[in-house]
């Protein structure tokens, strides 16, 4: 049996992630241009399929870029899953299953079902700390917005939206542009993203998950005309 060690795995990950322009997990995905569903190799099937030389198929060769993006990958996994312990923080099983996998001396074709996921797992993994950098540099800028009730326009750039599945609605978050913390909820997928939009205050809070920052909730959101 075709055996890889775990940094060559890691590379494998990322020469498929580049290879297929992001994460594919599924054979089929949906093309706009043809208009229909097309037939394509998931990046766990061009790794599996590499490490044991499948006659016919595709082959990843494996870049230097590949082995440091891992590299650090594998490093960022790491400290992510120790700093969540040490504040007290879930870390989710599917998080710890990916770091123990990397941790094993021999890895086999078998393994790239999860090992292919290191990738999207490093963009979120970045994501987050993007998201709490900024975070601290608002929670130190932001000011409320308005007077209770009354109507305000904003030039919003959304930072995180999270699709509530037990109000089947959007909880957004974002910024003004004088860097001034602003949320609301939407049914409207449209609204769920960074642009002007207007709406009533409903409150202003002190936020303690955003960093203790000020943050202004509106409600009665449109787009503004």
Request: proline share 1%; charged share 25%.
């Amino acid at each position: 049996m075709a055996t890889i060690n775990a940094k060559e795995l890691a590379a494998l990950a990322f020469a498929a992630y580049r290879f297929n322009n992001g994460f594919i997990k599924d054979s089929t995905k949906w093309d706009n241009e043809k208009e229909t569903f097309v037939t394509v190799n998931p990046n766990k099937t061009l790794m599996r399929n590499t490490i044991l030389q499948s006659e016919g198929q595709v082959f990843l060769t494996v870049t230097d870029e590949d082995s440091a993006n891992a590299d650090e990958a594998l490093n960022a996994l790491h400290g992510d899953i120790t700093l969540k312990l040490l504040t007290g923080k879930l870390v989710s099983e599917f998080t710890q299953n990916l770091n123990n996998l990397f941790t094993k001396e021999k890895l086999t074709a078998s393994d790239t079902g999860l090992a292919a996921w290191l990738p999207e797992m490093y963009a979120r993994i970045q994501k987050d700390q993007s998201t709490k950098e900024q975070m601290f540099e608002l929670s130190a800028s932001s000011e409320f917005l308005g007077a209770i009730d009354k109507k305000i326009t904003v030039d919003f750039t959304m930072i995180s939206s999270r699709f509530l599945r037990d109000y089947n609605c959007y909880s957004v978050f974002g910024h003004d542009s004088n860097g001034n913390c602003v949320m609301f909820f939407t049914r409207h997928t449209a609204l769920a993203k960074s642009g002007k939009v207007t709406g009533k205050v409903k409150k202003h809070s002190i936020d303690a998950y955003h960093n203790n920052a000020k943050v202004t909730t509106i409600n009665y959101v449109k787009e503004a005309q």
